[in-house]
Structures are given as structure tokens and as C-alpha cells.
């Protein structure tokens, strides 16, 4: 319909592995992903969030932080608690 | 009233936090119209912020506001009843939705507002493994140590699960040492590949993070550049009233035309202006001083 170029997103496009040489990895060093300790596993883990919409992005990475009992950590993508980047006035449906 | 896909990762796994934040999103997105609009017109229109937008940051943006090139990669599942309007949208990261939704708006000239928004994507995260909050109360809060080694290992996520659109080159056991301190890769380190990777010279990857799938080639380096490409700067101005309702008057060119836009000013002034992103995205008449706005990638007048 349109004459717009359009680029597929990411997850659309199929991404090939071009081989250069074969070279097996030695597993003695490091360690296979799904193979970590329990530890280890938080430590090097990603939960994918449902945020709700209540609080701010940076409020539940604090109560993940608290629940799990972690030092750290953060989230990639800030989802506004509702009023987003560049609306002028507070909503009263905000505090729910 | 935002929800939807957040992904966090936890102490160590806080630094690929970078790759995150340049994968591409997805939303679905309720839209409010302020007057019922033809549907051909709201549809043509929502077809016109498909491919590549100029989009100035709200004001309560995270960053720098000026006007920066978005590319949105669909606007699908489009469902309408009368002003409302339901659309999924894929874009790039950093495209704000609600300025998207107020583009629309001004570019129909009835004016929208975004009334719900949720994030049904982020990079390889989709709603088909997300958990709420609870889910990980009931870890905090399991019996037994088996139970929550069960349920730590359903609901985190390895941090390798992260990189599946992003571009990788996987290097020899050997190069992994030198890398790790600091070394430049060398072709020989390399084992495999994925396509797509482009080469750039060290002097234009200062500050630059991964090379994720979306910042694209010299673009990406460019951070800041010029917007509208004029001699005087007393075209640019910074006022901001509405747009004129239904005030059209250009289309920003594509392919060989690619950000150059011509149009007639009230007064019969004939403007012509290279569009460039990072910059103020407005243009002033020389002889009646009618401002002009570029909108997703439409002028208005203003």
C-alpha cells in the first residue's frame, strides 16, 4: 500500500551465525548458564516483571531487591507509574 | 497507567542492563481521539508514523530535548470504536508512546491523548514468561529450600537469555584473557558470527556501550547534529502554541529525498529545509514569520 521502507524489528528478522573456524569451547573454565548454583543463578539472574501500575519502575526494583534479599539491581526501560515524561498535570487516578 | 514487560536484572547481572536499553519495544496502546475522525484518514495517517519519525522528547523527558529520528517498525491490530482507538506499536528504544499518540493527534488536527499503555515487549522478553509481583513474594516466602529453588529457577531468567536479538561475536578461549583486560579483538580471536555487524573505527565508538541491534551504523556515533540546516539562526525559535488544525502542508521526502521537505508558507513563500535529527524542529518564515513544525513526518503550521 504504502512506498515507505520499512525495516523489520528485531524479533522479526532472522539472524544467521556465520562460522569462521570450528572451535569447541573447554568447559572447565566458567560455567554452562543453566548449570549455575542457586546462588549463582540469582546472582547472574533476569526476572521478566510484569510491572503494575501503581508505583514507579524504581519503587519495585526496590521491593524485588527487599523480597529476594539482594544488594542490587536494576531494570532496563522505564516504565512511567502513569503520569509519563512530559505530561503537564498530575492525574488523581496516579495515587490508586 | 503503565504496565506491562520490565525486565530486571539482579546484582552481578546489572551490568547488561545497556542491552536492555537498546532493544526495540513493543506496545499496545490505547489512544483517546479528541473528535471522531474518518477512519480512512485516522488510518492513513497512523501510516505515515510507520518507518522513520522525528520525535522531540516530552518535557519531563530523561533526556536531552531535541529532536531525535525514531524508527517505529509497525503500527498493527488497529481497532477502533468511535474515538478510541487500540493499536499495537513496535519501535525502537527511546521512542516515547504518548508524544507518538499526541503526534497523531496534531497531525489529524483534532488532537489525542494516550490512555493506557502497556509494554508487551522488550527485546527477546514478551508477555509469555512474565511473573508479577507475587510470584516473587511466594519466593521470598516458600516453606522449603527445595520449593524455592523450584521456584527461583522457573522465574529467573539466566542473563544469557538476554542477548538473543542482539548481534554476537563468540571468540576463542584463547582471545577471552586478553579481551577481558582490555585488548582490541583481533580477527584471528574470532570463531563465529552473527551477520549484520558493522565495523567502526575506535575515534567514533568513544561512549558507545554495545553496538545492539538499534543503534544503526553512523547514525548511532552522531549523536547530536543539526536539525534544520539554516544560516540565520532567528528562524529557530522556541514557542510552542498548537498546531492549526488540519494544517498540513508537507510530507518529509524519503529515499533520495530523504529530509529534504518543500512547501508553500501562507504569505506564498516557497520554504525549503534539510531536516536533520538532534536539533530544534522548527522553521520560521523569512517574510511573514509564521512558525512550522515538523510532526512524526509532517509540517504543521503553527
Not at chain 2, 134 to 150: G, H, M, T, V
Not at chain 2, 160 to 170: G, L, T
Not at chain 2, 272 to 290: H, M, T
Request: proline share 4%; glycine share 8%.
Amino acid at each position: 500500500m504504502s512506498l515507505i521502507p520499512r525495516e523489520k524489528a528485531p524479533w522479526e528478522r532472522e539472524q544467521s551465525i556465520l562460522d569462521k573456524i570450528q572451535e569447541e569451547t573447554d568447559p572447565s573454565f566458567g560455567c554452562i548458564p543453566e548449570k549455575r548454583s542457586l546462588d549463582q543463578h540469582v546472582r547472574f539472574g533476569l526476572i521478566n516483571l510484569d510491572k503494575p501500575s501503581g508505583p514507579s519502575s524504581h519503587e519495585v526494583v526496590a521491593w524485588v531487591e527487599k523480597m529476594l534479599g539482594l544488594k542490587h539491581a536494576g531494570h532496563g526501560g522505564t516504565l512511567e507509574a502513569c503520569l509519563q515524561a512530559g505530561e503537564t498535570q498530575w492525574s488523581p487516578a496516579c495515587y490508586h | 497507567m503503565v504496565t506491562g514487560v520490565l525486565p530486571l536484572a539482579l546484582e552481578d547481572a546489572t551490568k547488561i542492563i545497556q542491552v536492555f536499553l537498546l532493544t526495540g519495544k513493543e506496545y499496545v496502546c490505547l489512544m483517546t481521539l479528541h473528535d471522531s475522525v474518518p477512519t480512512t484518514k485516522l488510518l492513513s495517517i497512523m501510516e505515515e508514523f510507520v518507518g522513520e519519525i522525528y520525535q522531540k522528547p516530552p518535557l519531563r523527558a530523561a533526556v536531552k530535548r531535541e529532536v531525535r529520528k525514531r524508527r517505529v517498525y509497525y503500527i498493527k491490530d488497529i481497532e477502533i470504536d468511535d474515538r478510541l482507538v487500540l493499536f499495537r506499536v513496535g519501535c525502537q528504544a527511546g521512542t516515547y508512546i504518548r508524544k507518538l499518540v499526541s503526534d497523531i493527534g496534531e497531525v489529524l488536527g483534532v488532537g489525542a491523548h494516550m490512555r493506557e499503555l502497556r509494554r508487551t515487549r522488550a527485546g527477546p522478553f514478551t508477555e509469555e514468561t512474565i511473573y508479577n509481583l507475587y510470584d516473587i513474594l511466594e519466593i521470598s516466602q516458600a516453606e522449603s529450600q527445595e520449593k524455592r529453588e523450584e521456584l527461583v529457577r522457573k522465574i529467573i531468567q539466566p542473563m544469557e537469555s538476554a542477548f538473543v536479538y542482539v548481534q554476537k561475536i563468540f571468540i576463542r578461549d584463547s582471545a577471552v584473557n586478553a579481551i577481558c583486560h582490555g585488548a582490541d579483538l583481533a580477527i584471528p580471536g574470532i570463531v563465529r558470527l552473527t551477520d549484520g555487524i558493522k565495523v567502526k573505527s575506535r575515534h567514533h565508538e568513544q561512549g558507545e556501550g554495545f553496538g545492539g541491534e538499534d543503534r544503526e551504523g553512523s547514525n548511532a556515533s552522531r549523536h547530536l547534529s543539526t536539525f534544520v540546516e539554516v544560516q540565520d539562526k532567528s528562524f529557530l525559535t522556541n514557542r510552542s502554541p498548537r498546531a492549526v488544525s488540519g494544517s498540513r502542508l508537507g510530507l518529509v521526502g524519503l529515499g533520495e529525498e530523504q529530509n529534504k521537505v518543500e512547501f508553500t508558507c501562507n504569505c506564498g513563500n516557497e520554504i525549503k529545509v534539510i531536516v536533520n535529527p538532534d536539533n530544534d524542529n522548527e522553521v520560521r518564515c523569512e517574510k511573514c514569520g509564521q512558525d512550522y513544525r515538523f510532526y512524526g513526518r509532517s509540517v504543521l503550521r503553527w
